[in-house]
T-cell receptor, first 113, second 115 residues
């Protein structure tokens, strides 16, 4: 089955700096890779996703890159702000097979003002 | 955007009682909803897949008689924790997706504390 690894587990950056979170997956059939942000005491919020037919997607300060050959995908947050502090989860699945979504262990991001 | 509403956001109950948690898709129909459990500082663990009009599919190790799931309509799924014990205390989260390749959206979770 699918296995998703995520690094680092914790990340502290100064406000304004960039943050990068990296994930790897094992199932070459996975073709949908969402990223979720979870604030304390709340459910995960979808912030960006990428499908296997593209290598990069950007939405304002957030971008995701995908290397299907290496089975790597990464989240990039530029110009970080204190409100970006949260736990971020990557995930991998075959599209629409949400019962098979495998989440990474999470990265706790702290943005220091 | 798609919204999934979960209620209650927190609940405290006594050991031996049952607790019902509701999950609603507010602006789309969800034939399938999912229930997760999350322990502190850990990732989400899928408990079961809730199918509208049919029985839920439970993940290995999840007691179906303890965690009753009902998916009565295309916009509502409920999770009932029966005869709750302190070890059932956790953060329970539901999710749902619309038709086709719609993204998966999550509710805000329910913090269950069993005393």
């Amino acid at each position: 089955g699918e296995n998703v690894e995520q690094h680092p587990s914790t990340l502290s950056v100064q406000e304004g700096d960039s943050a990068v979170i990296k994930c790897t997956y094992s199932d070459s059939a996975s073709n949908y890779f969402p990223w979720y942000k979870q604030e304390l005491g709340k459910g995960p919020q979808l912030i960006i996703d990428i499908r296997s037919n593209v290598g990069e997607k950007k939405d304002q300060r957030i971008a995701v890159t995908l290397n299907k050959t290496a089975k790597h995908f990464s989240l990039h947050i530029t110009e970080t702000q204190p409100e970006d502090s949260a736990v971020y989860f990557c995930a991998a699945t075959r599209e629409a097979s949400y019962d098979k979504v495998i989440f990474g262990p999470g990265t706790s991001l702290s943005v220091i003002p | 955007g798609a919204v999934v509403s979960q209620h209650p956001s927190w609940v405290i109950c006594k050991s031996g009682t049952s607790v019902k948690i509701e999950c609603r898709s507010l602006d789309f129909q969800a034939t399938t909803m999912f229930w997760y459990r999350q322990f502190p500082k850990q990732s989400l663990m899928l408990m079961a897949t809730s199918n509208e009009g049919s029985k839920a599919t439970y993940e290995q190790g999840v007691e179906k008689d303890k965690f009753l799931i009902n998916h009565a309509s295309l916009t509502l799924s409920t999770l009932t924790v029966t005869s709750a014990h302190p070890e059932d205390s956790s953060f329970y989260i539901c999710s749902a997706a619309g038709l086709g390749n719609s993204p998966l959206h999550f509710g805000n979770g329910t913090r269950l504390t069993v005393t």
